[in-house]
């Protein structure tokens, strides 16, 4: 396009089932879409196709075709980098890993809810306030789905 090689490379499961990462090559610039934001807990559309698991593979997927001087463009938020990709997948899997254990004990959403798995991130994400419950909801319906 115009001289630029532009790749678009389709992240199965990740927000929905039809999610597109978008490379441009020569410019050094990838755009995500909406599973990945900088903005905000993530939002896993499990009722189209979206799976936590397919996020962490297409994040993983984004964080490899970075270099260091890459500039990645979220769905919703600021532009930001590999180590802001790094940094967002290694969040998610750690509030995960907090949720694990509640749903295997048998607590109710509401009890994950109330034992705040995201304490340790709320005041580093912008916006995140408004987005705890819906992303511990999803992840809490998808492990106690057992997907």
């Keep these: 396009m115009d001289g630029e090689e532009v790749q678009a490379i389709p992240i199965p499961k990740a927000h929905t089932d039809g999610d597109t990462l978008v490379r441009f090559q020569n410019a050094n610039v990838i755009m995500i879409g909406d599973y990945f934001r900088s903005l905000g807990y993530p939002n896993i559309d499990r009722a189209n196709g979206g799976s936590l698991q397919g996020m962490l593979d297409g994040i993983n997927t984004a964080i490899n075709l970075c270099n260091a ?79």
Excluded: C
């Design 69 to 147: 001087t890459t500039k990645v463009v979220p769905g919703h938020g600021e532009i930001t980098d590999r180590n802001g990709l790094i940094a967002h997948r290694d969040m998610i899997i750690a509030i995960r890993d907090k949720i694990a254990p509640l749903v295997s004990q048998g607590k109710t959403q509401a009890e994950v809810l109330a034992a705040k798995p995201t304490a340790d991130y709320d005041a580093k994400v912008p916006g995140g306030a408004t987005t705890i419950d819906r992303f511990v909801g999803q992840v809490y319906a998808e492990l106690k789905a057992g997907k």
